[in-house]
């Protein structure tokens, strides 16, 4: 059961809202309950998504196996349809929990990956750290690494608050692989 109510916006915060992503998610009608950190985190969450150097799809990638790391069926499914259109391949998306021993993922994303999981458990090593650098520069680094730590933090705040997944994808939710 969702541990806080749906919050009513004010005007000017709900139509910016609604400007970048339409009508709010269940996530942000729940922290519409303080309307600063909801306001910040739109901002916040929407330069990760649009304004990145890295692309969406490999973004995408990132954020899909957070959801899987943490058991968030509501990040999976609000993400799984936005790495679709991003072009995330069936194949990857049908692999992902296994990534490793697949064959589906080249070395940036392996290496997105890894920093995913790392960010994740808390501890990027030398080792996960120096891989990635060789692939990607120092702004592309700081992207992946936001990326992979802003999404753990949206699993746990999901978590926190028992957020109840949206009407639209209730039906068509699949469930984590």
Known sequence: MQRVPFARFEPKLLARLEALWGQPVNLYKALGNHPAIVAAWTEFAQTIRADSITPRALRELMILRSGQLQRSDYEWAQHLKMARKAGVREAQINALAH????????????????????????EVSDAVWNTAATLFNDAEMVELS????????????????R????ADIIDHHPRLP
């Open 99 to 122: 990534w490793r021993d697949s064959t589906e993922f080249d070395a940036r994303e392996r290496a997105a990956l890894e920093i995913t999981e790392a960010v994740t458990a808390g």
């Open 146 to 161: 936001l990326t992979a730590a802003f999404y753990c933090m949206v699993g746990r705040m999901l978590n926190a608050l």
């Open 163 to 166: 957020v109840e997944m949206d």
